[in-house]
């Protein structure tokens, strides 16, 4: 079965930074684009970014509004695909999920609450 | 950037009804177009990928179809367990996604 686990949110404050991690079990990891969306409460489905496979060439794409304070990183070895976001506001408070792009497959959900 | 319109953003329905929600590309995206079903405090669910192929589990009364800029969800006949929020999304390279669709019981 594929499934995706993420884990790291929580409460941090304005200015702040946070590494979510997202774990991949039941699929070929290293195979897989792994792609990172968010979602506002309230609010509809917004994408991040992704990180290609190898295979693919292994780069980033993000959206525009996600570029200077977002990265994706991934360990292939681990399982892992990690999502660090720097100079936290609050307009960053969101579920933040992680996605294998072609399966369409995605985790429970990790929360990030940014405020003072 | 390719924006995704979706309409309607709300929708009454009843059970038993068949249901058409659009989404409308900027620009041709050929037919790299996936469709999501969403219910309270979950994450989404692909329903459809490709435009027109239903993802494995979902029943056959989810189909989609068109191709370029237009786009259709349709459900032939509303069940209870279908009352949800439904996104387009455009993907590939970069991914966009629509607005939503709440499908509230009539």
């Known amino acids: 079965e594929v499934q995706l686990v993420e884990s790291g949110g929580g409460l941090v404050k304005p200015g702040g930074s946070l590494r979510l991690s997202c774990a991949g079990s039941g699929f070929i990891f290293s195979d897989a684009w792994m792609t990172w969306v968010r979602q506002a409460p309230g609010k509809e489905l917004e994408w991040v970014g992704h990180?290609?496979?190898?295979?693919?060439?292994?780069?980033?794409e993000y959206a525009t509004p996600m570029k200077d304070r977002f990265t994706i990183s991934r360990d292939d070895s681990e399982n892992m695909v990690y999502l660090q976001i720097n100079s936290l506001k609050m307009e960053d408070t969101a579920v933040y999920y992680c996605?294998?792009?072609?399966?369409?497959?995605w985790g429970q959900g990790t929360v990030v609450t940014v405020s003072s | 950037d390719i924006q995704m319109t979706q309409s309607p953003s709300s929708l009454s329905a009843s059970v038993g009804d068949r249901v058409t929600i659009t989404c409308r590309a900027s620009q041709g995206i050929r037919n790299d177009l996936a469709w999501y079903q969403q219910k309270p405090g979950k994450a989404p669910k692909r329903l459809i990928y490709?435009?027109?192929t239903l993802q494995d589990g979902v029943p056959s009364r989810f189909s989609g179809s068109g191709s370029g800029t237009e786009f259709t969800l349709t459900i032939s006949s509303l069940q209870s367990e279908d009352f949800a929020t439904y996104y387009c999304l455009r993907d590939g390279s970069f991914w966009t996604f629509g607005q939503g669709t709440k499908l509230e019981v009539e």
């Open positions: 996605v294998t792009s072609s399966m369409g497959v």
């Open positions: 490709g435009a027109s």
């Open positions: 990180f290609k496979s190898k295979i693919d060439g292994g780069t980033t």
